[in-house]
């Protein structure tokens, strides 16, 4: 006979009575009623385990829905899966290759082939298909040198480069039926969990919609984002002009002696950009606000004061601005759904005030402008006063920046920046990096340098950043004028040394354990690069490692 182990909900509290060896898939289909969306997986102990693995101990549990990111990533894991498989169903010939998040989907193109629409329909078809088959996802764990060469004997030479240089002795492989793949993270247990998603032909390939948290129980509508597009596109083709197109070709370069090189280059690429963005400006014979949003850790604020030094050349006299400057009283901030103060809701800002200080530039009026602080929750005047010229030129940077109600100015004067680190290079064909990874390791190692936050402190506040973007910044990107792109294809093999001791140090009594062992997993894949000597002082990265020549 089999133990009994006693098992705590944490949804509940309760503690419940099941056999040793009962699977996690049947725990959930029992407590299913209690979520809002389809179990995906579970967290034992605080260890993302999937739903095929059995229990052999006393725990404790949560189940991962697609209310929480964690639920969206193995449903979207589980999803491309199906979409590989089908592919080969129906083309067997071609090629997939998932690029980079669109809109509420990923962009997926096929190497050398341009699918039609009604391609991309007989595709759908064959996923319906498979899911009603219900299909086991099966793990397999293999040696590496055994996985590696079952991935030669099928050309699959991307992900040879990716693991080679792991340091994990084994990898595991995922089977549907007869074909297989690797895919960092976790799997759904079967096609039967991916119902919902849609294929919209979008360019050269199509975007795979999927469920998220904000939509979790339906698919969310498609907007197309032909400037955001656009940014990818650029990165990518120049990506491959230098031969590095993932993981692997930036690991062989590293590996090669030639890390140097390549952040010379990658810095000299930003120079470049910010170097034509301020061109742009002056050619605009009327611009006299310049407006900057992104979402957190994009670099906003060094990519402002580079920008102001490029129109500094271009005759300018920019002034900087932070709508920071402009929250109302503390006492005055609107509260949001959950009781607690919205700060980052548009009408935490005095919308008044800070249009009556652009209109006095405008208009070439002295106006002395507020500093907030935050240790008082006031504003504060201390004589910092613009005396505008016919050249001054104001530099807003804020996650409202984007927002048609910020201002009432006219559209002419404005000009409008979306900065993000939309990350160009992929792990391998099939397993992209996500533009929010890029980002939430950037902001560990800022906060724990220069905030005193540890990087258990920054992942516990990171899913309400999160949904921040979600409401107040990504359905405002495609209002830029132009999207500046500050992910330096070298930084995570920098980033890896200062953050990886950072994450050891997130133990199992946090539910954000499972997330940090991740991206400890994640950067594992990467050579550090320790040239940090070749750094600009002026580089992005180090608004995030130090050493930068602003001040922040």
């Not at 050309?155 to 002795?169: A, C, F, H, N, V």
């Not at 979008?202 to 656009?230: C, E, R, W």
């Not at 390791?441 to 921040?468: C, I, N």
């Amino acid at each position: 006979m089999p133990d009994i182990l006693k098992i705590k909900l944490l949804k509940t509290g309760k503690i419940l009575e099941y056999p040793e060896g009962i699977t996690l898939e049947a725990i959930a289909k029992e407590h299913q009623k209690l979520y809002d969306s389809e179990i995906v997986a579970v967290r034992v102990n605080n260890d993302i385990k999937e739903l095929f693995k059995t229990l052999d101990k006393d725990s404790e549990i949560d189940f991962i829905d697609l209310t929480d990111e964690d639920g969206v990533k193995i449903y979207q894991r589980g999803l491309t899966f199906l979409t590989y498989v089908a592919s080969l169903e129906v083309f067997p010939d071609k090629v997939l290759k998932v690029r980079h998040s669109l809109g509420k989907g990923l962009y997926c193109e096929f190497d050398g082939w341009t699918p039609s629409k009604e391609d991309i329909d007989k595709i759908k078809e064959k996923m319906r298909d498979l899911v009603e088959e219900d299909i086991p996802f099966v793990k397999k764990e293999l040696y590496k040198f055994d996985a590696l060469e079952l991935f030669k004997k099928h050309g699959m030479y991307d992900k040879i480069e990716l693991l080679k240089y792991r340091t994990k002795s084994t990898i595991n492989v995922y089977w549907c039926g007869k074909y297989f793949n690797y895919y960092y993270g976790y799997m759904v247990p079967s096609t039967s969990y991916i119902k919902l998603f849609d294929l919209i032909k979008v360019n050269n390939g199509f975007v795979l919609v999927h469920p998220d948290i904000t939509s979790p129980n339906a698919l969310p509508a498609y907007v197309p984002q032909p400037k955001m597009s656009k940014a990818y596109e650029d990165r990518e083709r120049w990506a491959k002009i230098v031969d590095m197109e993932n993981v692997g070709d930036l690991n062989k370069l590293v590996s090669s002696g030639r890390a140097r090189e390549l952040i010379m280059m990658c810095e000299l690429l930003h120079e470049k950009e910010i170097s034509r963005i301020a061109d742009d400006i002056t050619s605009r014979d009327n611009v006299k606000l310049v407006l900057i949003s992104g979402p957190s850790s994009s670099g906003k604020t060094t990519f402002s004061k580079r920008l102001a030094l490029q129109l500094r050349v271009n005759g300018f006299k920019p002034y900087p601005m932070s709508l920071d400057d402009y929250f109302v009283e503390r006492d005055k901030t609107p509260v949001g759904p959950d009781g607690k103060p919205d700060f980052e809701s548009l009408k935490a800002l005095d919308l008044e005030l800070f249009n009556h200080v652009l209109n006095s530039v405008f208009e070439g009026k002295e106006v002395e402008i507020p500093k907030f602080n935050f240790k008082t929750g006031k504003r504060e005047y201390k004589g910092n006063v613009i005396k505008p010229t016919d050249r001054t030129i104001l530099i807003v940077e804020g996650i409202h920046g984007l927002n048609p109600e910020l201002t009432n100015e006219d559209d002419s004067l404005k000009y409008r920046i979306y900065v993000s680190a939309l990350t160009q290079m992929d792990l391998d064909n099939d397993n992209r990096i996500p533009t929010t990874d890029v980002r939430i390791v950037r902001r560990m190692v800022r906060d724990y340098k220069f905030r005193g936050h540890s990087a258990l402190k920054t992942l516990q506040m990171w899913p309400s950043v999160r949904l921040g973007e979600e409401r107040n910044i990504f359905p405002y990107q495609e209002n830029a004028n132009v999207m500046f792109n500050s992910a330096l294809p070298y930084e995570l093999a920098i980033l890896k040394n200062f953050v990886t001791p950072l994450l050891l140090q997130v133990d199992n009594s946090t539910s954000v354990y499972s997330q940090a062992r991740r991206l400890i997993r994640f950067l594992d894949y990467f050579l550090p690069i320790v040239d940090f000597d070749v750094i600009p002082s002026t580089s992005i990265i180090r608004e995030f490692i130090g050493g930068s020549y602003f001040h922040y």
